[in-house]
């Protein structure tokens, strides 16, 4: 089982080194890519305006020494990123400086794409702050308001990036507002559909339990001060959010206001897609990259 974020930087330098294609690489993107080539993280193929990225390269007198496929079209690099990994050209996509809807169109392509017909979403990975592990949350960028159906499937792909860290049996908490059910909150009914569902099996590989606060989900003296009883309480290793506004609140307030590490990946897809937010800071860039690259 892997421990923290460090750990998971530490395992992938001595792994041999994946090639990650990035889509419409520009001049912002020169840093991450040579510091993650430095530390020994992987291998890229940048994909985009060559001219300008070679201009850049030099001008920043950046050590990055690496193919540069010439295609100006985001549309057209999206789909030539995406190409490569379908074959084993490269091992992840990674997203440059395109609108999303391009890059995820590409990515999606039922015929040419990563498509696995299975929902994707987004999984941010940070160090435990109470106790020893990593803690996933999800979904914190792609699902608007995820059904029953939906909540399932983000819980199913928690589960397993969970069992890639080493966690055969991770505890999963579905979070709302308040621990007991109230049929004023509908997402407290649909945690515990969703917790009764695991009890019957529908739900596998997985200890799951909602509704439950995020204090006492996460915190073993806040759990206990309750009076909530079970082994997920105060002790998970996956929070699911309701809903993309909670979801994006908690994640920006831990990395803007806690300051926390974070690695993010998106799962659901037949290769490992790193799609990071334009404001995130170089070190959870790099992060998201070893974690890329250890899921591949």
């Known amino acids: 089982m892997i421990n923290n974020l460090e750990e998971v930087v530490q395992k992938v330098k001595g792994l041999d080194k994946k090639k990650i294609a990035i889509a419409s690489a520009d001049s912002k993107i020169l840093e991450v890519v040579e510091l993650a080539v430095q530390d020994g993280l992987a291998e890229f193929i940048l994909i985009g305006n060559k001219e300008e990225i070679e201009s850049?390269?030099?001008k920043d007198n950046r050590k990055i020494d690496c193919e540069i496929i010439d295609i100006l079209d985001d549309k057209a690099a999206a789909e030539k990123a995406v190409e490569l990994v379908k074959k084993k050209e490269a091992d992840i996509v990674m997203k440059g400086l395109l609108h999303?809807?391009?890059?995820?169109?590409?990515?999606?392509?039922?015929?040419?794409?990563?498509?696995?017909?299975?929902?994707?979403?987004e999984i941010s990975v940070i160090d435990k702050e109470y106790g020893e592990g990593l803690q996933?949350?999800?979904?914190?960028?792609?699902?608007?308001k995820p059904d029953l159906k939906e909540k399932k499937q983000i819980i199913e792909n928690a589960i397993f990036l969970a069992k890639k860290l080493g966690y055969t049996l991770p505890k999963v908490a579905l979070l709302s507002a308040l621990e007991?059910?109230?049929?004023?909150?509908?997402?407290?009914?649909d945690a515990a559909v969703l917790s009764k569902m695991a009890d019957r099996g529908q739900i596998?590989?997985?200890?799951?339990?909602?509704?439950?606060a995020l204090d006492n989900a996460i915190n073993p003296e806040a759990a206990k001060h309750k009076g909530i009883k079970g082994e997920v309480a105060g002790n998970?290793?996956?929070?699911?959010?309701?809903?993309?506004?909670?979801?994006n609140v908690?994640?920006?307030?831990?990395f803007f206001y806690a300051h926390k590490d974070a690695a993010t990946a998106i799962v659901g897809t037949s290769a490992p897609i790193i799609m990071t937010s334009r404001t995130d800071l170089i070190k959870n860039k790099l992060l998201s990259i070893a974690l890329a690259s250890y899921m591949a």
């Not at 007991?180 to 009914?189: F, G, K, L, Q």
């Not at 596998?204 to 439950?212: E, H």
């Not at 908690?250 to 831990?254: A, C, N, P, W």
């Open 250 to 254: 908690l994640g920006k307030s831990l």
């Open 100 to 121: 999303t809807s391009t890059f995820l169109k590409a990515v999606l392509n039922k015929e040419k794409g990563l498509n696995t017909g299975k929902l994707i979403s």
């Open 180 to 189: 007991v059910i109230n049929p004023a909150i509908p997402d407290t009914i």
């Open 136 to 144: 996933l949350v999800t979904d914190c960028a792609m699902a608007i």
């Open 236 to 247: 998970a290793d996956i929070i699911v959010v309701p809903n993309l506004q909670v979801g």
């Open 204 to 212: 596998k590989d997985a200890l799951v339990d909602g509704p439950l």
């Open 56 to 58: 850049a390269i030099e």
